[in-house]
């Protein structure tokens, strides 16, 4: 396969690959798509992606017309290497879709979970109040009074960081609801 028939072929197919990026919308991601050996660009969106494979390819044509033979070989076979990455994370961006819908589920069964858990603390924490006051009502050594008004105290400290947590907890819920 000659020089010109090669740029040819990694023409048509950076063009294929950018008609195919082109029907995806370019969200940013939070996580790396690909290894920092394979691209320079450290981008969170594909269109960064596919601006690099671009440049190495003006590269490559560069050095075609400068007649550098071991550049060539190198930038075609990383081109080819780059192309078809970005070809494969396409193809994925279906699923990555459905995944990022369940992580957004299971998020959200997360925060319920906790809500249901931090009520049952609330709960527990009122319970153990009234039987601590129940028990200090019938208290008659002072010292056993203040031992157990200490506990209270101890109790409603812990009683109300519980409740500000409730709140947090349904503040989020909230939010996430009227995110979707």
Not at 158 to 164: D, G, K, P, S, V
């Given at each position: 396969m000659g020089i010109q028939n090669l740029l040819s072929a990694l023409e048509k197919q950076i063009s294929i690959l950018e008609k195919d990026l082109a029907l995806l919308s370019d969200i940013p991601f939070s996580t790396a798509r690909f290894d920092q050996a394979l691209f320079h660009h450290n981008s969170n969106k594909l269109s960064g992606y596919m601006q690099e494979i671009r440049q190495n390819m003006e590269q490559l044509k560069i050095c075609v017309s400068d007649y550098r033979i071991e550049q060539v070989k190198f930038l075609a076979e990383r081109l080819v290497i780059q192309i078809e990455a970005l070809k494969r994370e396409i193809s994925t961006q279906a699923l990555r879709k459905q995944e990022d819908k369940f992580e957004h589920r299971s998020q959200e069964r997360d925060l319920y979970q906790r809500l249901a858990e931090h009520q049952?603390?609330?709960r527990r924490l009122i319970a153990m109040i009234d039987d601590r006051e129940l028990q200090l009502s019938r208290q008659i050594a002072l010292t056993n009074q203040h031992k157990l008004q200490r506990e209270i105290a101890a109790l409603a400290g812990?009683?109300?960081?519980?409740?500000?947590a409730l709140m947090r907890i349904e503040k989020s819920i909230e939010k996430q609801e009227n995110s979707d």
């Open positions: 049952d603390y609330e812990r009683l109300a960081r519980c409740r500000q």
